[in-house]
């Protein structure tokens, strides 16, 4: 590994007011944009995480693919950052902490086989860890319970296989699924261009485990208990697909998906875990405002005594779009806009140690420099949200 020798120039975008920049505290707002001045890189976004002291590390991946990791302060100010060798590539978002250290996983070539990156913010390293041989072209990486995770992978021989990871990071089970038979070249492009379709979860304390993954033409969403044994389907056919789900509590949860050329959101649904259902019976209502080629999701935010659930997508017109409900009722409550001049798009959500809310998302600068966002809302302009 070596450091990175990019210098990056951190631009502050703080909405209209009167504050000194110098003087504000974790809990006030940033907007940060990182560019890079020495060479003309693009980066995609794929994840953030707060670190213990309230900072913030973000994973990337380069124009080329290769992996990209930002450490930034919670004053959104740039600490260190990272780039891996060419060839540890195709990072995945999912980034998990156990104690003091943060992990991800990437794929390592010639033969995309699946590695667990540790990330030591103190000294500044990441190193490969472990390498899971068997289990090449990694798609989804996620949380089932603290210590516990899942792994979604492609075999062109066994088609998709999901994997729960185990504390200490050793794989417990493996279940492959539907063989979904493509060349290298071609599963090497889906999954480049497909990633942010793929993933995977669990609810209910991990008794019901889910993955959007490829099975037969399409992504589908598959349920299993937990111990990876399919118990039910969302199905979907040609470029139908679900774009996100987010557990909202009492066994309900928050979708985002595409059906028949048109965007949809369903901000409370009961899953039907034991049957297969059809992808156009999830209800919810019509997003007419969001640029569906870009990805929509959705948080769970507490603030004081009250948590809302936050859904986010890109607008035709560029910016994010922040939409508050209340946990308790399922109503709208507040809407919010985020952006300008430059195209945003959002790339997660997630609330902060001090009730606030971080927005992570790719801006677009003059047309073409694809660059990292970092937008902090702090709990006190929450509550005037709201």
Do not use: H
Request: proline residues 3%.
């Amino acid at each position: 590994m070596r450091s990175s020798i990019y210098l990056f120039i951190i631009l502050f975008l703080i909405s209209a007011c009167d504050e000194d920049i110098v003087e504000y505290n974790s809990t006030e707002k940033f907007n940060s944009i990182f560019d890079n001045l020495s060479e003309d890189i693009n980066y995609t976004p794929l994840d953030i995480i707060e670190t213990n002291e309230g900072g913030y590390l973000v994973l990337s991946k380069l124009a080329n693919n290769t992996i990209f990791v930002l450490k930034v302060s919670n004053r959104g100010d740039f600490q260190w950052s990272r780039q891996l060798e060419p060839q540890y590539v195709d990072p995945i978002a999912g980034l998990v902490q156990q104690g003091d250290k943060y992990y991800f996983i990437a794929a390592t070539n010639p033969n995309a086989t699946s590695t667990l990156f540790e990330i030591n913010d103190l000294e500044q390293k990441i190193e490969p860890l472990r390498t899971y041989d068997s289990y090449p072209n990694p798609l989804a990486f996620n949380t089932i319970n603290p210590n516990t995770y899942l792994l979604l992978t492609y075999n062109d021989t066994t088609g998709m296989v999901l994997s729960k990871i185990q504390d200490g990071f050793a794989m417990e089970w493996a279940r492959r699924f539907d063989t979904v038979k493509l060349t290298d070249q071609n599963i090497l492009t889906f999954r480049r261009t497909k990633k942010e379709e793929f993933f995977v979860g669990a609810y209910n304390s991990g008794s019901v485990l889910y993955f959007n993954g490829l099975r037969g033409n399409s992504l589908n969403l598959t349920y299993t208990n937990d111990q990876g044994i399919q118990s039910g389907l969302i199905e979907s056919q040609a470029q139908d697909k679900i774009n996100s789900i987010t557990e909202i509590g009492s066994g309900l949860l928050a979708i985002n998906y595409f059906y028949n050329n048109q965007s949809y959101f369903v901000n409370s649904y009961s899953p039907i875990v034991q049957d297969t259902v059809e992808i156009e019976f999830l209800g919810g209502g019509n997003v007419r405002d969001r640029l569906s080629i870009q990805k929509a999701t959705s948080a769970v935010i507490p603030v004081g005594n009250s948590e809302y659930l936050v859904n986010a997508y890109t607008t035709l017109d560029g910016r994010i779009k922040l939409n508050f409900y209340d946990q308790n009722s399922g109503d709208l409550v507040a809407i919010k806009y985020i952006g300008g001049i430059d195209p945003l798009a959002v790339v997660k959500i997630a609330p902060t140690q001090d009730e606030g809310m971080i927005i992570l998302s790719k801006i677009t600068l003059a047309g073409t420099k694809e660059r990292i966002n970092i937008f902090k809302i702090p709990k006190e302009e929450i509550l005037e949200i709201l």
